[in-house]
């Protein structure tokens, strides 16, 4: 199947023709028939297999559709589609794929994301919109101020539920929910399932149709993995081996605590590393020009928490590094999920313990 034989619009397809998109993913080629066909839906895909796109496309074409019939937004701060986040980051990814192909359909996108000053926000959906990406938290307090009104809404989509769950989204969801016209159309993608997404799917996607593709749950076909058995707790030796190691594409390192993402820190200072910090608990002004660098390529290490593990798509990264072993499989995926996205190749590095021996034994599964 190609991209060509979707019933999207010309000027859609003219963008994914200037882009280079020519062959769908799996769970593109899934979702979005459904989406254009109204259907509700919930998506399970691994990580950087384009769930993004999946809603992307049909949305844009729904809504200019509604345009092009006659049937205009009229009133200021009442989107007709509706995309939860869990985080401004993810937010501001999923705003420019959007943007990307509305320089010839002429939607307007326009978004409402926590981390940012309300006052903001608030300019941000000054005047007409037809699309809104927005995190919860924020999107309630306008709800509350009436400043958005849901009462237009055509399609709703949660995107990467599993993290959105971790923040205790569901009573949130609720009341936006209800907010919501009853008959719009609902979209949900995540990269795994796990219990508080089975909550969810239970209580707020009860019966819609279900997507997985074959490779959900699993990390990349382009992945390889490395296991570096650490001895008597040395770490730092051989991460110093690895990082004068010369690489063309960049490089993401992940610790399991804010304090053991410090003390790294130190030494990579201390070493003369050039790398940022993207970890919670830190400045947000400092956390998203840290970012920014990496992204741009001006520093090709990111030192994180879990923080960075979910949602973050930076195209570069062609090597991640467990320098401490996650305790559940799920937040291994999201991690290596960082590399070897759309089809390229990346690789992913371990330091192993004795005591990470289950977590190594359940991942070699995958």
């Excluded at 859609?12 to 899934?30: A, D, G, N, R």
């Excluded at 769950?165 to 907010?179: P, R």
């Amino acid at each position: 199947m190609k991209f060509s034989d979707f019933q999207l619009l010309k000027s859609l397809q003219s963008t994914l023709k200037e882009k280079s998109f020519t062959t769908p993913t799996e769970i593109q080629e899934m979702a979005i028939p459904a989406m254009l066909n109204r259907r509700s839906l919930v998506g399970i895909a691994e990580t950087g297999s384009g769930k993004t796109l999946s809603y992307v496309l049909p949305i844009l074409h729904l809504l200019k559709t509604m345009e092009n019939d006659g049937n205009k937004v009229t009133e200021d701060g009442t989107p007709r589609a509706l995309v939860l986040v869990p985080s401004r980051e993810l937010g501001e990814q999923v705003s420019k794929v959007f943007k990307t192909f509305t320089h010839d359909t002429r939607m307007r996108v326009r978004s409402v994301l926590g981390g940012t000053a309300l006052a903001v926000a608030k300019e941000n959906i000054r005047g007409g919109l037809e699309v809104l990406v927005a995190t919860p938290g924020r999107l309630e307090q306008l709800i509350q101020r009436r400043q958005v009104d849901l009462d237009d809404l055509q399609i709703l989509v949660i995107d990467e539920a599993d993290v959105m769950v971790d923040a205790g989204f569901i009573e949130v969801a609720e009341k936006i929910l209800s907010a919501c016209p009853e008959t719009m159309q609902l979209a949900l993608f995540s990269a795994t399932i796990s219990a508080e997404v089975q909550k969810l799917l239970s209580e707020i996607f009860e019966g819609v149709e279900i997507f997985r593709t074959k490779r959900s749950e699993r990390v990349a076909v382009g992945l390889k993995t490395q296991n570096q058995t650490v001895q008597n707790g040395k770490r730092w030796p051989i991460l110093k081996k690895l990082l004068e190691e010369k690489r063309a594409g960049s490089t993401l390192i992940f610790t399991n605590t804010r304090e053991q993402c410090d003390e790294l820190a130190q030494l990579l200072v201390k070493n003369k590393v050039e790398h940022v910090i993207y970890r919670g608990e830190m400045d947000k002004v400092e956390r998203r020009q840290n970012l920014k660098a990496f992204r741009d390529g001006e520093i090709k290490v990111l030192l994180s928490t879990d923080l960075a593990s979910r949602g973050l798509d930076v195209e570069h990264v062609d090597r991640v590094i467990n320098y401490n072993m996650p305790a559940h499989v799920e937040n291994y995926l999201h991690r290596v999920g960082r590399t070897a996205r759309a089809g390229r190749s990346g690789l992913a590095i371990n330091f192993v313990t004795e005591r990470d021996a289950e977590i190594v034994k359940k991942i070699k599964s995958l």
